[in-house]
């Protein structure tokens, strides 16, 4: 059975209001049906089918009356979080299975279905390019448990005290061992990085500027420098009210290799959530510290502003 959205009318005119409900994946039906009483509940608006279709059983003996004689207009239809297409229905009459997907749909779709846990567990490239996007917002009930970060580790609850190198702060702002993964910048034949342009900024930005040049300093997360290469210096709003500053590297980026790494896809990889009730929230502190650039391409990297290089 797949549960699937689809929509609601209580009167007999359509309505935009979703239902909920499932549906029979049948490879050996001929096409999609749906029970006559669902659609009368429902109020789904229908048309005669001309000619009428003979419906039988594998045995052919006929289902029912024998005949289709009515059909449904294209209902929008949403399967898990992101499917989303266009269906009609024969109309007959099914109570045990009000709704059935017949082999037509899984042929469209050659979804792949894990026949141990009766899941359909991954769309077809197909369904990746045409029937797949972003969810529509339907009402639900959440609620979120969060923790303020301790101030100090000796105030970091017990059950969390195996993790306490995640809540120090002394540790986060530590720069990272070299590794394999290093960000690597290599520049075009013949390229090198531009020289920005020094944006201007108001009191508070400048203010918020040299504590942050004086807090990175100290860290030991910039230093001055001679390099040739220069990005501009600006800062960005917080939904807090906070700055955020930001380096304005895309000069850089016009002159850097582009190297075609595989991205997840987004709907691909929600998918895998379906079903999920619980969900954990990570921050990473000073995300973009814990990647170092590469030895050698550090000069690439440089900024100036209004108090120096």
């Given amino acids: 059975m797949l549960p699937l959205w689809g929509p609601r009318t209580s009167e007999p005119s359509v309505s935009r ?10 490879s050996g039906a001929a096409d999609n049906l749906i029970d006559g009483a669902l659609v009368e ?3 789904i ?4 089918c001309i000619p009428a279709l003979r419906i039988t059983a594998i045995d052919s003996q006929p289902i029912g009356e024998g005949y289709l004689r009515h059909q449904t207009e294209p209902l929008e239809f949403q399967v898990g979080l992101f499917h989303y297409e266009r ?22 779709h050659d979804s792949q279905i894990s026949w ?3 899941e359909l567990v991954r769309w077809s490239s197909t369904c990746l390019k045409g029937c797949l996007r972003d969810p529509v917002p339907r009402p639900c009930r959440t609620s979120c448990v969060e923790e303020a ?7 970091i609850p017990h059950p969390y005290t195996d993790f306490r190198g ?5 540790r986060a702002a530590r720069l990272p061992a070299h590794q394999v993964w290093d960000c690597a910048i290599d520049l075009l034949p013949n390229a090198s990085p531009p020289k920005g342009r020094i944006y201007p900024l108001s009191l508070p930005e400048s203010k918020a500027m040299e504590d942050y040049i004086k807090a990175a300093l100290a860290e030991g997360h910039i230093r001055p420098s001679p390099s040739p290469a220069a990005a501009g210096f600006f800062f960005v709003g917080k939904k807090d009210g906070g700055l955020r500053p930001c380096i304005d590297y895309r000069g850089l980026n016009a002159v850097t290799v582009r190297y075609p790494f595989p991205l997840p896809l987004v709907p691909a990889a929600l998918e895998q ?3 999920a009730r619980v969900f954990t929230k990570l921050d990473l502190r000073s995300a973009y510290n814990l990647v170092h650039i590469r030895k050698g391409d550090k000069w690439k990297t440089a900024f100036h502003t209004t108090r120096g290089h």
């Fill in 17 to 26: 209001e979703a239902f909920m409900g499932s549906a029979l994946i049948d």
């Fill in 41 to 43: 509940e429902l109020g």
């Fill in 45 to 48: 608006p229908t048309c005669p």
């Fill in 87 to 108: 269906l009609t229905f024969y109309v007959t009459s099914s109570p045990a299975n009000p709704m059935i997907l017949g082999f037509p749909w899984l042929r469209r």
């Fill in 116 to 118: 141990r846990s009766g």
């Fill in 149 to 155: 970060t301790p101030a100090a580790c000796g105030q």
């Fill in 166 to 170: 995640v809540f120090s702060e002394e």
């Fill in 273 to 275: 959530l379906r079903g």
